[in-house]
């Protein structure tokens, strides 16, 4: 199966910097890779899909890239609500696996 | 707003099967793809599998030997069971939807934990 590797861990940034997030495949998952917003207690939100696609109700701030085995969210400027877990998956091969996760603090 | 939910019992003994049930609200069950994921402590999330409306389903074959998966298109709602549970599968279970079988899953649930133990 292919092993999704994020980093950093844990990312601590201040509220108006940015944020730069990688999401490594073991082998290419072309664009089917989605990144995913999880807040403690709620329900994980869908952020990014095919790699670059912003879905509904998510700002401009967040921004996704890449394609193969290499990919990258962005967030251009942090607000007190960003600050969360993101964790990529992808889609392209069964069994569909996900990254570890990205905490990203305060 | 489609709106998930999560049912069923906090606590499985081992050896039992572990039932859940997800309810799926403003919107319908048909025409998508209906998925269980789960996340032990600690750990990464893990795709147990999916069914589609109709029937059809995909498991992870790593969990393959011990997963049922249904869906009752009359209460809007779709269900896993887990056979021979053991403490590894102590883990919170989410449920989710996607518009196809290779998709992102748009909509979750916010996951319920569920415990083995005696």
């Known amino acids: 199966e292919i092993v999704l590797t994020q980093s950093p861990a844990t990312l601590s940034v201040s509220p108006g910097e940015r944020a730069t997030l990688s999401c490594r495949a073991s082998?290419?998952?072309?664009?089917?890779l989605a990144w995913y917003q999880h807040k403690p207690g709620q329900a994980p939100r869908l952020l990014i899909y095919g790699a670059s696609t912003r879905a509904t109700g998510f700002p401009a701030t967040f921004s996704g890239s890449g394609s193969g085995t290499e990919f990258t969210l962005t967030i251009s400027s942090l607000q007190s609500e960003d600050f969360a877990v993101y964790f990529c998956q992808q889609y392209n091969n069964w069994p569909v696996t996900f990254g570890g996760g990205t905490k990203v603090e305060i | 707003q489609v709106q998930l939910q999560e049912s069923g019992p906090g606590l499985v003994k081992p050896s039992e099967t572990l039932s859940l049930t997800c309810t799926v609200s403003?919107?319908?069950?048909?025409?998508?793809?209906w998925t269980w994921i789960r996340q032990p402590p600690g750990k990464g999330l893990e795709w147990i599998g999916y069914i589609f409306y109709s029937g059809d389903t995909n498991y992870n074959p790593s969990l393959k030997s011990r997963v049922t998966m249904s869906v009752d298109m009359s209460k809007n709602q779709f269900s896993l069971k887990l056979s021979s549970v053991t403490a590894a599968d102590t883990a919170v279970y989410y449920c989710?939807?996607?518009?196809?079988?290779?998709?992102?899953?748009?909509?979750w649930g916010q996951g319920t934990l569920v415990t083995v133990s005696s």
């Open positions: 403003g919107g319908s069950i048909r025409l998508y793809y």
């Open positions: 989710a939807r996607a518009a196809s079988a290779a998709a992102a899953w748009d909509y």
């Open positions: 082998q290419s998952v072309t664009s089917n």
